[in-house]
């Protein structure tokens, strides 16, 4: 059995000035995006200019970073946000939703493409493959802040978080950076490496966050002023990411469906 290892929220003090780890994270996940763009850029010569890559890495981060806020709000916590509406502006206390953020960044890259003339999906099928690493920062973060842990269980690597209770949980935190982050990255890089019909990569991608999201609800702990939302079993997590997995395959389907010649009958 594990212990976690308490970590200080504030990773430098200076002054006034503390710096969060949570702060950190995201650091690291729009640094890493902004990375990762400029390499895929040089891989299609022509296509991206160094200015589009550094203007989709701001757009996204702030569609990010507001949708994921209004997300949480809508989706987990709208009677904390009654109650202290200056809570919506401490982000360094966490409380950001993946499908909030997620919607605020398509709404975001939806006006970005039409300034600069490119399709839709062709800016999401370009920056798709980036994501994952940046949900694999935000998930490491979410573990040093101790927030999002598991449901009680007897496996080996159970892990006690003192701050929630003495049983041994499993570190979902940690499953989700594996899965969320370094296989979900792998597998969209992997397939991205190679040219693809138009909505395919980010079909792929909706298709594999949604389901990895909804098996990790397994091992999570529901939100407490939520518990299950559905049939004693679905958490607001499995609910918002079916529609994802769904819409993953659609994309998939559509992608490929175009991408075959037509033959006239004979």
């Not at 999201?213 to 990411?241: K, N």
Request: overall charge neutral.
């Amino acid at each position: 059995m594990l212990t976690f290892p308490q970590f200080d929220p504030v990773a430098l003090s200076l002054g006034p000035i503390s710096i969060h780890w949570y702060g950190i994270m995201y650091m690291i996940a729009f640094g890493g995006a902004w990375a990762l763009a400029s390499y895929r850029s040089k891989q299609s010569p022509g296509k991206w200019t160094a200015e589009q890559i550094s203007d989709l890495v701001f757009y996204g981060a702030m569609g990010a970073v507001l949708g994921g806020r209004m997300g949480s709000v809508l989706f987990y916590n709208f009677d904390r946000f009654i109650s202290d509406p200056i809570w919506i502006l401490r982000v360094w206390e966490g409380g950001m939703s993946f499908h909030g953020g997620l919607l605020g960044v398509l709404l975001a890259f939806f006006l970005y493409s039409r300034s600069i003339t490119k399709e839709f999906f062709e800016v999401m099928d370009f920056i798709a493959p980036l994501v994952p690493f940046g949900l694999g920062a935000g998930r490491f973060g979410n573990f040093i802040g101790g927030e999002l842990w598991g449901r009680p269980t007897d496996v080996a690597w159970g892990m006690v978080f003192p701050h929630v209770d003495e049983l041994a949980r499993h570190p979902s935190q940690l499953y989700e950076v594996v899965l969320e982050g370094a296989v979900l990255f792998t597998l969209v890089w992997w397939f991205s490496s190679k040219p693809r019909p138009r909505m395919a990569v980010t079909g792929l991608f909706a298709l594999g966050y949604g389901s990895f999201r909804f098996f990790v609800e397994f091992y999570r702990e529901p939100d407490l002023h939520l518990g299950y939302v559905a049939f004693d079993w679905l958490t607001m997590g499995q609910v918002l990411s079916a529609p994802l997995i769904i819409g993953g395959v659609i994309l998939m389907l559509l992608a490929y469906r175009k991408s075959q010649p037509h033959v006239k009958a004979v």
